[in-house]
């Protein structure tokens, strides 16, 4: 959780964000470290450049590298709270409560896996189904055995469409569940803190988003048999964002490129469905965005 702090300062009132699910994760490794589990858990709104600091290293910002006379424990103080509860109070009640545990609740139901898996899953996922993405005909045909057949691979299509759509809203409930949204998404830069349980639900979910991304790259390969030089726009499309999704700078930025990913893959069925009619509701046709949308699995982009 985010809380809002701040600190008097020379006259002047300086504004500061203490995140505890950092605190949590270094105070589980201080366990093997020895060290005093404080962590770089404060950030200062407008110097995202240094991104998150420890306490003291907030406070030399602050001061312009001076140390200050009271410490760290008592500068920084909770905006909510008022000024008679102290960050630093707030930082030792966390950690005793963590210390207080018994070792085996520490060692065997406390994990502390790499975020950066997760994403790069899902963009695995979404950059795959472009890989063999591509126009194979020429001409449409008018007879019954093609309709079916594209009708077939339209729909196979679809449904992993609509897989892919719900992993990223379970993603984007994970990133606010385990508060990583914020989080630099680099390999070996962060750490989560998981229960068990937590990691068990997060494993069976990663297992579902590469099935759905080797489904959907098996299904838009078959689409592709039946796509047309017209249809080439809606490809460079898919090819363009998959570019941009490569390098993303936190997860909060692959979730919103993963969003601009489905709706590109939509955009290419809806055309296709506007061409053919494969989908229907009550006799008439319907997009398939108004699908996804009363199935819950998608909302506006």
């Not at 702090?5 to 504004?15: L, R």
């Not at 290293?57 to 000024?83: H, L, Q, R």
């Not at 090819?239 to 941009?244: A, C, G, Y």
């Amino acid at each position: 959780m985010i809380y809002r702090i701040y600190a008097d300062y020379m006259g002047k009132v300086h504004q500061g964000e203490l995140d505890d699910s950092r605190i949590h994760r270094e105070a589980v490794r201080s366990r093997q470290w020895g060290g005093p589990g404080y962590g770089d858990c404060i950030r200062i709104p407008g110097s995202e450049s240094l991104g998150y600091m420890t306490a003291n290293g907030a406070v030399k910002v602050i001061t312009d590298s001076e140390s200050s006379s009271k410490g760290w424990t008592n500068f920084w103080k909770f905006e909510e709270a008022g000024p008679n509860w102290k960050a630093g109070d707030f930082i030792q009640k966390l950690l005793d409560h963590i210390r207080v545990q018994s070792p085996a609740s520490d060692e065997n139901d406390l994990m502390d896996p790499d975020p950066f898996i997760i994403g790069m899953n899902l963009i695995n996922m979404l950059t795959g189904g472009a890989t063999f993405l591509e126009t194979r005909r020429r001409n449409r045909e008018n007879s019954e055995e093609y309709r079916r057949r594209y009708g077939s691979s339209f729909h196979r299509a679809f449904r992993k469409l609509t897989e892919a759509s719900s992993h990223v809203s379970q993603f984007e409930s994970y990133l606010d569940e385990l508060s990583f949204r914020h989080l630099t998404y680099e390999y070996g830069v962060e750490r989560l803190l998981l229960t068990r349980g937590q990691k068990r639900e997060l494993r069976g979910y990663l297992r579902r988003v590469q099935t759905t991304g080797t489904d959907l790259l098996s299904a838009l390969d078959q689409l592709s048999d039946y796509l047309r030089p017209e249809h080439q726009y809606l490809i460079n499309e898919i090819h363009e964002i998959v570019r941009d999704i490569q390098g993303p700078h936190s997860f909060d930025a692959v979730a919103i490129l993963a969003r601009r990913a489905i709706s590109v893959y939509i955009h290419l069925l809806d055309t296709v469905n506007e061409e053919e009619g494969f989908l229907r509701s009550a006799d008439r046709s319907s997009s398939v965005e108004e699908y996804l949308e009363r199935m819950g699995v998608r909302e506006r982009v």
